[in-house]
């Protein structure tokens, strides 16, 4: 099993900046992707971002330029540094690990945390 514990969220002004964590610990393999989702009131889950054990990166193309992506594997951690933030980004961000093993993948969630971005 994984645990994921996420921080980071809260309010903040459009044009702001905020930085969200999340922590894995517990049988964590040594490939595995990590990344980002978000889920707005009344929208679908969306990925955001996701960064894999290699350092290969993927964005959400609403985010390309503005989100940073970045993990420490040394401790299971992974980053989401969010610039010029705008009001449409507020939504509920979840941490996500993916892993691999015998052909099978395995998800793992945090369990969310609120970003509010103010007008």
């Known amino acids: 099993q994984v645990q994921l514990v996420e921080s980071g969220g809260g309010l903040v002004q459009a044009g702001g900046s905020l930085r969200l964590s999340c922590a894995a610990s517990?049988?964590?393999?040594?490939?595995?992707?990590m990344g980002w989702y978000r889920q707005a009131p009344g929208e679908q889950r969306e990925l955001v971002a996701a960064i894999s054990s290699g350092g290969n990166t993927n964005y959400a193309d609403s985010v390309k330029g503005r989100f940073t992506i970045s993990r420490d594997n040394a401790k299971n951690t992974v980053y989401l540094q969010m610039n010029s933030l705008k009001p449409e980004d507020t939504a509920v961000y979840s941490c996500?690990?993916?892993?691999?093993?015998?052909?099978?993948?395995?998800?793992?969630w945090g369990q969310g945390t609120q970003v509010t971005v103010s007008s």
């Open positions: 996500n690990v993916r892993q691999y093993r015998d052909g099978v993948h395995y998800d793992y």
């Open positions: 517990g049988s964590i393999f040594s490939i595995n992707v």
